[in-house]
């Protein structure tokens, strides 16, 4: 599969970029080509041009910038009409030592769904730190992909599962968005007060036989 990822010039994004590139064709878009190509030259076998570039090319996208700069999505309207995209853009600020999710209500995810009203909208792989995709194969996770729709639900669930060791879970509709993207400011206060080290997610099932 072609992917564009989307501020694939940022830590997150040059993570994800690295994982999703081991059996998908990547292409970084940044608002900076030069920056686009120099992280491409990072990933094996990437590519990196503009953001419309990027977008135009690819069958799917993945937002993975600051929340600040979601705004320009707008832009890239009519590139990704009809195509999925995938948010993994975390609304977070920084009070008292501790993070907070930034937004009232709503979410990022429902907000890029405003901004893009062709594309099919979901959210993924935002509940992860980029440290468990900068060291080579992950630990065994789940990724939660939240999405109004099973079609786009299932074009996801087979781009996470191209990264070894994830298993993407159905989270339901993309209202759900808003629970899966507060797991981040969770996690990071998590890890902060108990001195773990980044942490991750991994559902674990039993089954009522009787």
Request: charged share 20%; aromatic share 4%.
């Amino acid at each position: 599969m072609k992917v564009a990822v989307l501020g694939g010039t940022g830590r997150m994004g040059g993570a994800i970029a690295m994982q999703l590139s081991r059996r998908n064709e990547v292409v970084i878009g940044s608002r900076d080509r030069a920056r686009a190509q120099e992280a491409a030259g990072k990933v094996d076998g990437a590519t990196g041009t503009d953001n419309l570039g990027a977008a135009l090319a690819a069958e799917v996208a993945v937002f993975a910038m600051p929340y600040e700069g979601l705004g320009a999505a707008s832009e890239l309207a009519s590139a990704l009409a009809g195509k999925p995209v995938v948010s993994a853009v975390n609304p977070l600020k920084l009070e008292g030592g501790f993070f907070r999710y930034a937004l009232e209500k709503g979410s990022a995810a429902e907000e890029l769904a405003r901004l893009l009203p062709g594309s099919r909208i979901a959210t993924a792989f935002n509940h992860v730190s980029s440290l468990f995709f900068e060291k080579g194969e992950p630990v065994a996770m789940d990724i939660l992909v939240a999405t109004d729709s099973r079609e786009t639900f299932e074009v996801v669930a087979g781009l996470v599962r191209s990264v070894p060791n994830l298993r993407p879970l159905h989270a339901g509709p993309l209202s759900e968005a808003r629970v899966i993207e507060q797991m981040t400011p969770l996690e990071l206060n998590l890890a902060k007060l108990n001195r773990t080290g980044s942490l991750t997610t991994r559902f674990v099932s039993v089954r009522d036989e009787r």
